[in-house]
């Protein structure tokens, strides 16, 4: 069974930090891995999609990593703002999981100003 | 983008009526979506898959017959929770799974407080 776990549970910086947010599965077997972002009382919006094949994927001031072999993925922000301010959900969806994503706990970042 | 549009945002109820939410997706036919359940400070909880055209497949320990899940169309889903009671209150998603390398797209989800 997938098990996906996020380090740390909560982190607080102060704003132009940057910072690594951090996800591992315990079964590599895995077609894509998805980073999203929830504020309080929203849904999930999509940050970042990584395919199984792919090492990393870029957009604006975030950058994902992936390691199958490892199994770890890891979320870099540059330059923190406080509208970074939210919770970063992994999420991995495999082999082992039919069509349903498998989610970790997630990371609640406050950015401060 | 894929966009799955859910309605509604909020809704109070009374103890014993039935809720429907409704889930949209906008740009894309989804051919399964996914109904999450949310607790304060918690992760997802996957309560059902629901293929089109077909019956909802339920997780474990989730009540079926509370818990309607109704996919006629490739663009809409529905969750009717039946006879809510106060421990039914919680923050409800949907979602759905794009093609042309989108993932998984999220409503926004739906908060439910049973009164």
């Known amino acids: 069974k997938q098990e996906v776990t996020q380090i740390p549970a909560a982190l607080s910086v102060p704003e132009g930090e940057n910072l690594v947010l951090n996800c591992s599965f315990t079964?590599?077997?895995?077609?894509?891995l998805q980073w999203f972002r929830q504020d309080p009382g929203k849904g999930l919006t999509s940050l970042l999609l990584?395919?199984?094949?792919?090492r990393e994927q870029t957009s604006g001031r975030l950058n994902a990593s992936l390691d199958k072999s490892s199994g770890r993925s890891t979320l870099y922000i540059a330059a923190s703002q406080p509208g970074d301010s939210a919770t970063y959900l992994c999420?991995?969806?495999?082999?082992?999981?039919?069509?349903?994503?498998?989610f970790g706990e997630g990371t609640q970042l406050t950015v401060n100003p | 983008g894929a966009v799955v549009s859910q309605h509604p945002s909020w809704v109070i109820c009374k103890s014993g009526t039935s809720v429907k939410i409704e889930c949209r997706s906008l740009?894309?036919?989804?051919?399964?979506m996914f109904w999450y359940r949310q607790f304060p400070k918690q992760s997802l909880m996957l309560m059902a898959t629901?293929?089109?055209?077909?019956?909802?497949?339920?997780e474990q320990g989730v009540e079926k017959d509370k818990f309607l899940i109704n996919h006629a169309s490739l663009t809409l889903s529905t969750l009717t929770v039946t006879s809510a009671h106060p421990e039914d209150s919680s923050f409800y998603i949907c979602?759905?799974?794009?093609?042309?390398?989108?993932?998984?797209?999220f409503g926004s989800g739906t908060r439910l407080t049973v009164v």
């Open positions: 740009d894309f036919q989804a051919t399964t």
């Open positions: 990584i395919q199984s094949s792919q």
């Open positions: 999420a991995v969806y495999g082999e082992t999981s039919g069509s349903r994503l498998t």
């Open positions: 979602s759905a799974r794009s093609q042309g390398g989108y993932g998984y797209t």
């Open positions: 629901s293929n089109e055209g077909s019956k909802a497949t339920y």
């Open positions: 079964d590599s077997a895995i077609y894509n």
